[in-house]
């Protein structure tokens, strides 16, 4: 019983082929293809964080950066070491960046006291120390900053950054905050 199998003919294998690679682009979700930061909005509106984040990315990695959808992105990854390259792909690609780059970085070092992450929550710190005057959380992101290096037992920097934003704070809340970190530095000197 020979069974004969006629071989594939060219014009069956290209239709293959052509088939295989439209299923794969096609039937992927794909949807940094088409979205802009309206899109992106609603997905924080609704919640859809986990959406958000995955269709963030590519868009930030890319040459011209919303920084709309950096803050959202910022504000929904639950990953802070993804923010911390994220942050740092966007600051070596340019080197101007608007008020609102720094909201993010604001964001950021909220986010790396509450985590603990020290590190790169001084890093960032001083990134916005030096260049972020322009965001409107610039005050209360030198004191974030303060609170960072009062955690991580720099107490030395600690006082010089608190000197600082004792020196623009307008907002009696954050003046108040600010009296506090001074008085527990105070206390951590008198204590060695």
């Known amino acids: 019983m020979n069974r ?6 060219k014009m069956n294998c290209s239709g293959t082929v052509f088939l295989f690679i439209y299923l794969f ?13 309206d899109q992106v909005y609603e997905y924080y509106k609704k919640g859809n964080y986990d959406v ?8 930030l990695k890319q040459g011209e950066v919303d920084y709309k959808i950096l803050l959202l992105y910022v504000a929904s990854e639950p990953n802070i070491e993804e923010i911390d390259k994220t942050l740092t792909s966007i600051y070596s690609r340019h080197k101007d960046h608007p008020g609102i780059f720094y909201n993010s970085v604001y964001l950021f070092l909220e986010r790396a006291l509450v985590l ?8 960032w710190g001083k990134v ?4 972020g005057e322009s965001s409107v959380r610039y ?8 609170c960072i290096l009062y955690s991580s037992k720099d107490y030395r920097s600690a006082d010089s950054v608190l000197e600082k934003a ?3 704070a307008k907002d009696s809340k954050l003046g108040k905050r600010i009296r506090i970190l001074e008085l527990s530095l105070e206390k951590t000197k008198e204590e060695k």
């Open 4 to 9: 004969f199998v006629p071989p594939r003919s």
């Open 25 to 37: 682009f096609f039937s992927l979700p794909f949807p940094a293809f088409a979205v802009d930061f």
């Open 52 to 59: 958000l984040v995955r269709v963030s990315r590519p868009l």
């Open 116 to 123: 603990e992450a020290y590190e790169s929550g001084i890093r």
């Open 128 to 131: 916005f120390l030096e260049k």
């Open 139 to 146: 005050t209360e992101g030198i004191y974030t900053h303060a």
């Open 166 to 168: 004792k020196g623009i």
